[in-house]
């Protein structure tokens, strides 16, 4: 996998355009400047997270006497349920009832940045390549860094394109993470029978 593949799949896992309503509802109670700062903070938490579980994520494995393969089927598990509800969103949107008030980690960083199929996508890259952390590094760098982009001219997108073409682009991405999810478990499970 080379530097622009990672981050183009770090990328759609980290889903901003399917972010936007939900992070716009949940900042429409505060100012324009605090919106501007709670973003910022919401995403270099995500940033460190993500960026942990790169690193640490393959002593993390070996602590929990967890195989690489274990990771790579669940990964892609979740993966595909948030394709998924993507695809198909329930009533009560992406990620369900959203608590009132300024947002703090949950569930701005986490899950909706730095959720379960980006730290196990980062896991994964780390566990099995850790010779090139530092591409996959920079790779987490340039996803998020589109992604941050995207999230801080939410406002405008949502104005120029319109709630209709925000969701058929968050569908388009379910899309392309459902048929990433199914190649992640099919390649851990390949990896397992291969070992047993």
């Known amino acids: ?3 622009a593949s990672a981050a183009l799949l770090l990328f759609l896992i980290l889903d901003p355009l399917g972010n936007i309503p939900v992070f716009l509802s949940m900042l429409r ?9 709670v973003l910022a903070r919401e995403l270099l938490i995500a940033l460190v997270v993500l960026m942990v579980f790169l690193w640490a994520g393959k002593y993390a494995l070996e602590v ?10 669940a990964g892609g598990i979740v993966l595909f349920l948030i394709g998924i509800r993507m695809i198909f969103p329930p009533p009560e949107g992406l990620m ?5 008030g300024e947002p703090f980690i949950v569930p701005m960083a986490i ?3 730095a959720g379960p199929s980006g730290m196990a996508a980062v896991m994964l890259m780390g566990s099995n390549e850790p010779d090139r952390l530092g ?4 790779a987490l760098l340039i996803a998020w860094g589109a992604t941050s982009a995207i999230l801080f001219s939410a406002t405008y997108l949502y104005k120029l394109l319109g709630a209709r073409a925000l969701t058929a682009i968050e569908r388009l991405m379910g899309m392309l993470l459902v048929a990433i999810s199914v190649q992640m478990l099919l390649d851990g499970l390949v990896s397992y029978l291969k070992s047993a």
């Open 1 to 3: 996998m080379t530097i």
């Open 29 to 37: 109670r505060l100012t324009p400047q605090r919106q501007r700062v």
């Open 64 to 73: 929990m006497h967890l195989r690489q393969e274990s990771v790579a089927i």
């Open 96 to 100: 369900g009832e959203i608590p009132d």
């Open 111 to 113: 899950p909706l940045v």
């Open 135 to 138: 591409e996959w590094s920079l």
